[in-house]
């Protein structure tokens, strides 16, 4: 058996590498210095042929670039009118920003359970959390797998519930043939660095019901209008002229980041056959040890994994996840932990959330470990976290 880094052995590779990161290429450069070098920075053609380009890769009717993924929540959460009073149905295994837009419209996050197997919002959890002030469902492609999008829609049509998917970890995947983005009331995206494709910062929402793009319109820029259509004190004085109609925010993206999304948008069917071949390879390696549990698919998702995940079945092994995780960090493997719930921080306790309210999600969470994915590894790296997996569990095997 080799000796684990930790305990003085050799580590599986010289150089550390992460769980996740971007991939730019001289062409994304290109793309951004031609933007530098023009007229506009921002509020540019770059920021339009971004919208363009989303509504035509997921087949949305409209599309509205904004500053970043928490961003693009708080204009869908706008957008579907949440306001005090109401409650949000969502899922604790997420990052906090999928919770923290109910509550900048003054709403209440409910969180819903997770299916035991596939880690994503469970639709009869949702059926047992809806009151008539519930508003919206906040769905989460958990690690880039669809959420059950025929269950959720049945749930929000009976209910009249807005359905908001947050795809942050989604784009690039397909339910039942169609691509993310074109399937919820409102899907937002986000293009940090650690997602499938990057702006440095981004994010988008879209939508096909016009009257939701019209909200996200004002909502991502003040609240102000140049459209004598939408002004209600049309005819105006002059060219100068623009209203404020509704209270917004600056939530615009650059033209030099949307020119580096459009950029990578031109690879996004690269790196979502590069993610999937090294999924292929993880769940070869990985199957057929007892030690780890994987995690499952349901079968309309045509999954663009954006984080993998490992669980760790901790009855087979000698060891607890903290040091597994530092085994592995020892190894040169850095890997992370998504996600703490959401409930779980001092912040949220502090509104009255209590430990236990999603006894599945904290169960998982107990066991999980995303290990490195993301297409620029190379195959050594692939083959270098595999035998890191397989040296540690083998040191803790029971
Ligand atoms: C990254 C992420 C966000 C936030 O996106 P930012 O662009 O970082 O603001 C929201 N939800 C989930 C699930 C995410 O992973």
Same mark, same amino acid.
């Given at each position: 058996m080799e000796k684990l880094a930790l305990n003085g052995g050799y580590p599986v590779r010289a150089g550390k590498i992460y769980y996740g990161r971007q991939w730019i290429e001289e062409d994304d450069i290109e793309a951004v210095a031609e933007v530098l070098r023009s007229s506009f920075i921002t509020c540019g053609p770059k920021v339009e042929e971004m919208e363009r380009t989303l509504e035509a890769y997921t087949g949305a009717k409209y599309a509205v670039a904004v500053s970043n993924g928490t961003a693009a929540l708080h204009c869908a959460c706008l957008a579907a009118g949440i306001g005090p009073g109401d409650e949000v149905i969502t899922t604790p295994l997420t990052f906090a920003a999928s919770a923290n837009c109910i509550l900048y419209c003054g709403a209440k996050p409910v969180f819903a359970d997770v299916c035991p197997d596939t880690y994503n919002i469970d639709p009869d959890s949702i059926r047992a959390h809806i009151t008539d002030r519930t508003k919206a469902v906040i769905a989460v492609d958990f690690s880039g797998q669809a959420v059950s999008h025929k269950e959720i829609r049945e749930i929000c049509e009976k209910f009249n519930l807005i359905f908001i998917e947050d795809a942050a970890h989604g784009i690039g995947t397909k339910y039942d043939g169609a691509p993310i983005g074109s399937l919820a009331d409102l899907t937002t995206f986000s293009f940090h660095p650690v997602k499938t494709i990057t702006g440095g910062e981004g994010g988008a929402v879209l939508t096909n019901r016009e009257e939701l793009y019209r909200k996200l319109v004002l909502a991502h820029t003040h609240g102000i209008t140049h459209s004598e259509a939408l002004?209600?004190?049309?005819?105006?004085?002059? *060219?100068?002229?623009?209203? !404020?109609?509704?209270?917004?925010?600056?939530?615009?993206?650059?033209?030099?980041?949307?020119? @580096?999304?459009? &950029? !990578?948008m031109k690879k996004l069917d690269r790196f979502v056959s590069g993610r999937k071949e090294i999924v292929t390879k993880y769940e070869e390696a990985f199957s057929n040890m007892p030690e780890i549990i994987l995690q499952k698919e349901i079968p309309e998702s045509d999954t663009c994994r954006h984080l993998y995940l490992i669980r760790?079945?901790? %009855?087979?092994?000698?060891?607890?996840?903290? %040091?597994?995780?530092?085994?592995?960090?020892?190894?040169?493997? #850095?890997? !992370?932990?998504?996600?703490?719930?959401?409930?779980?921080?001092?912040?949220?306790?502090?509104?009255?959330?209590? @430990?236990?309210?999603?006894?599945?999600? %904290?169960?998982?969470?107990?066991?999980?470990? &995303?290990? *490195?994915?993301?297409?620029?590894?190379?195959? #050594?790296?692939? &083959?270098?976290?595999?035998?890191?997996v397989k040296k540690v569990v083998e040191n803790y095997r029971r």
């Open positions: 002004m209600e004190e049309a005819p105006h004085e002059g *060219p100068w002229y623009y209203e !404020q109609i509704a209270l917004g925010y600056n939530y615009r993206i650059t033209d030099f980041q949307a020119a @580096l999304i459009v &950029s !990578q760790l079945n901790l %009855e087979k092994l000698r060891c607890s996840r903290r %040091e597994f995780f530092d085994a592995m960090a020892g190894e040169n493997v #850095q890997c !992370q932990i998504h996600y703490v719930p959401v409930y779980w921080f001092p912040y949220y306790r502090k509104l009255g959330y209590e @430990l236990g309210l999603c006894p599945r999600a %904290e169960e998982i969470y107990k066991g999980i470990m &995303s290990i *490195p994915l993301y297409p620029a590894m190379t195959d #050594q790296d692939v &083959s270098d976290v595999i035998h890191a």
